[in-house]
């Protein structure tokens, strides 16, 4: 259009900006496999509160969009491991939470201690998961759209795949713990 109302425009602002975040991180992720593949396991000491809080801010915009809250419980808690590898981990799980949360709803993300391991949990409450999948959601190009929501989710079914395969190089677990209607809850 010629001429652009001031609303028009930060309305048109605010869908671009939504979508280069979502392209970036498709990006970030598929770039993150790809050198996680070339790449040897290196670990460093590192404290996890900082990455998770990066993780946080970028899907931030998009949570905010359906008005979702993104609740932390995440103390420092110093870890050896891949802090790349555990941020794209952490950031496919906020993402997939942010995809299949409903509009007014909440995520929470928390991490403990436990023994010699340090456990991070990213909680929804969108539609959860049928048992029948849990185990498939995990597999490239699996999508559950049907059991997962009520409304189109866009996505590539990668993102969970991908979070496995670097979980896996590096030693970390991955696993869901859902029922259809109470939420999910996906650990590393």
């Given at each position: 259009?010629?001429?652009?109302?001031?609303d028009?425009?930060?309305e048109?602002?605010?869908y671009?900006?939504?979508?280069?975040?979502?392209?970036?991180?498709?990006s970030d992720?598929?770039?993150?496999?790809?050198?996680?593949d070339?790449?040897?396991?290196?670990?460093?000491q590192?404290?996890?509160?900082p990455?998770i809080?990066?993780?946080?801010?970028?899907?931030?915009?998009?949570a905010k969009?359906?008005?979702?809250v993104?609740?932390?419980?995440?103390p420092?808690?110093?870890?050896?491991?891949?802090?790349?590898?555990?941020?794209?981990?952490?950031?496919?799980?906020?993402?997939n939470?942010?995809?299949?949360s409903?509009?007014h709803?909440?995520?929470?993300?928390t991490?403990k201690?436990?023994?010699?391991?340090?456990?991070?949990?990213v909680?929804?409450?969108?539609?959860?998961i049928?048992?029948?999948?849990?185990?498939?959601?995990?597999?490239?190009?699996?999508?559950?759209?049907?059991?997962?929501?009520?409304?189109?989710?866009?996505?590539s079914?990668l993102?969970l795949?991908?979070?496995?395969t670097?979980?896996?190089?590096?030693?970390?677990?991955?696993?869901?713990?859902?029922?259809p209607g109470k939420?999910?809850?996906f650990?590393?």
């Amino acid at each position: 259009k010629k001429k652009l109302g001031i609303d028009e425009a930060k309305e048109l602002i605010q869908y671009n900006l939504l979508e280069t975040i979502k392209l970036g991180n498709l990006s970030d992720a598929l770039l993150g496999l790809a050198k996680q593949d070339a790449s040897k396991v290196s670990s460093r000491q590192f404290d996890i509160a900082p990455v998770i809080q990066s993780a946080v801010e970028s899907f931030e915009p998009i949570a905010k969009e359906k008005s979702i809250v993104i609740n932390q419980n995440v103390p420092n808690i110093v870890v050896i491991a891949n802090q790349s590898a555990l941020e794209h981990v952490v950031r496919i799980l906020i993402d997939n939470a942010v995809k299949y949360s409903s509009e007014h709803s909440s995520i929470t993300i928390t991490a403990k201690n436990q023994t010699t391991n340090v456990v991070i949990s990213v909680r929804d409450q969108g539609p959860g998961i049928d048992t029948k999948h849990q185990t498939k959601i995990f597999d490239r190009f699996y999508r559950v759209d049907a059991s997962r929501s009520s409304q189109h989710v866009e996505g590539s079914g990668l993102g969970l795949a991908i979070a496995k395969t670097i979980a896996l190089k590096h030693g970390f677990g991955l696993s869901v713990n859902s029922k259809p209607g109470k939420g999910a809850e996906f650990t590393v």
